[in-house]
Each structure stands twice: as structure tokens, then as C-alpha cells.
């Protein structure tokens, strides 16, 4: 692969910006795991069993153990996940080539996310992507709408969606 000039400068600041969501999201789901193994084991509350005669069945066959090995297995993944996921959208952040694509066709979703399937032309080809988006006042989703999106111009088949890419403002 031939190296690409990069599209925009990141500063200091604005690479702080997109990693600290990550890190966040990351962050959260590793300080619950270990929140709920350090109630177990501090003060024998278990949030998964109902009844005492449960509680006293998990005690015998280790639900202490049970939350030790959750909250390492989400420590263990999500700090992978973050590193991998930081590094991608700092490479779309600076390597991402802007274009427009277009909205062909949206599914209901849970909790506000609705899958999003639209397309975009790079380099005279046309690509197809697919993204969870949450429509609000400012960003409606319709098929036909426009999308900002970043290409990655080494894979163009890779894009991301500039507001998720960027922080707001930048």
C-alpha cells in the first residue's frame, strides 16, 4: 500500500476528544463489573439471585467466583476493545476523506438506534454501508436523506459517519 498524505492535522486536543469516549464507555462497563464483585464479596448482595435459598445455592457453588471471572473477562475484553476502536476513529479522524452518501433504507430499532443502510460514491465507484443512528431535530432519517461520512481512501469500502468520527464542533 502506497501511504496517504493525511486529510487533516489532529491536535492534542482533538485527539484527547475521541479517545475519551471511548474510554468512557469502556471505563463504565468495567467499574459495574467490578462494582457488582466487590458488593458480592464485601457484603454478600448479589443482584442475580432472587430468593435466600438461591443465594444460599450460589454461595455453596461459588457465586463469588462468578463475578471475579465476569468482571475480568469484561476488564480483559473492553480494554482491547477500547485501544482497537480509539485507533480506528483516530485513523478515520485523520486519514478519513469526506463525502456525502445517501440514506437507502432504515429499520426500526431498540433505545433510539435505528440500522441504517445508505451509499456513497469514492474514486467513481459506488460502496454500500451500514451504521446505527439515532435521528434527532437536527439530523432526520429518511431514505434519500445525506449522510456526512468519512471514506477511508486506502479500503473505501470503510466508512464511518463523520459525527461519529468527530467530535461536535470540530
Request: glycine share 8%; aromatic share 12%.
Given at each position: 500500500m502506497t501511504p496517504i498524505a493525511p486529510a487533516r492535522t489532529l491536535t492534542p486536543e482533538l485527539r484527547r476528544?475521541?479517545?475519551r469516549n471511548q474510554i468512557l464507555i469502556v471505563g463504565a462497563f468495567v467499574a459495574v463489573a467490578w462494582g457488582l464483585w466487590a458488593l458480592k464479596y464485601f457484603f454478600n448482595i448479589d443482584f442475580t439471585k432472587k430468593t435466600l435459598e438461591?443465594?444460599?445455592a450460589a454461595d455453596a457453588g461459588?457465586?463469588?467466583s462468578q463475578w471475579f471471572w465476569i468482571a475480568a473477562a469484561v476488564t480483559a475484553g473492553?480494554?482491547?476493545w477500547c485501544w482497537w476502536t480509539t485507533r480506528?476513529?483516530?485513523r478515520f479522524a485523520e486519514f478519513g476523506v469526506e463525502v456525502f452518501g445517501t440514506i437507502t433504507s432504515i429499520k426500526a430499532g431498540r433505545h433510539g438506534q435505528m440500522p441504517v443502510r445508505y451509499s456513497y460514491e469514492y474514486d467513481g465507484r459506488t460502496y454500500n454501508g451500514a451504521?446505527?443512528?439515532t435521528a434527532d431535530e437536527n439530523h432526520p432519517l429518511a431514505p434519500g436523506v445525506a449522510v456526512h461520512l468519512l471514506v477511508?481512501?486506502?479500503k473505501p469500502s470503510k466508512s464511518l459517519?463523520?459525527?461519529e468520527v468527530m467530535p461536535a464542533g470540530e
Amino acid at each position: 500500500m502506497t501511504p496517504i498524505a493525511p486529510a487533516r492535522t489532529l491536535t492534542p486536543e482533538l485527539r484527547r476528544k475521541i479517545s475519551r469516549n471511548q474510554i468512557l464507555i469502556v471505563g463504565a462497563f468495567v467499574a459495574v463489573a467490578w462494582g457488582l464483585w466487590a458488593l458480592k464479596y464485601f457484603f454478600n448482595i448479589d443482584f442475580t439471585k432472587k430468593t435466600l435459598e438461591h443465594k444460599a445455592a450460589a454461595d455453596a457453588g461459588g457465586a463469588l467466583s462468578q463475578w471475579f471471572w465476569i468482571a475480568a473477562a469484561v476488564t480483559a475484553g473492553g480494554i482491547p476493545w477500547c485501544w482497537w476502536t480509539t485507533r480506528k476513529k483516530l485513523r478515520f479522524a485523520e486519514f478519513g476523506v469526506e463525502v456525502f452518501g445517501t440514506i437507502t433504507s432504515i429499520k426500526a430499532g431498540r433505545h433510539g438506534q435505528m440500522p441504517v443502510r445508505y451509499s456513497y460514491e469514492y474514486d467513481g465507484r459506488t460502496y454500500n454501508g451500514a451504521v446505527d443512528l439515532t435521528a434527532d431535530e437536527n439530523h432526520p432519517l429518511a431514505p434519500g436523506v445525506a449522510v456526512h461520512l468519512l471514506v477511508d481512501p486506502q479500503k473505501p469500502s470503510k466508512s464511518l459517519p463523520y459525527d461519529e468520527v468527530m467530535p461536535a464542533g470540530e
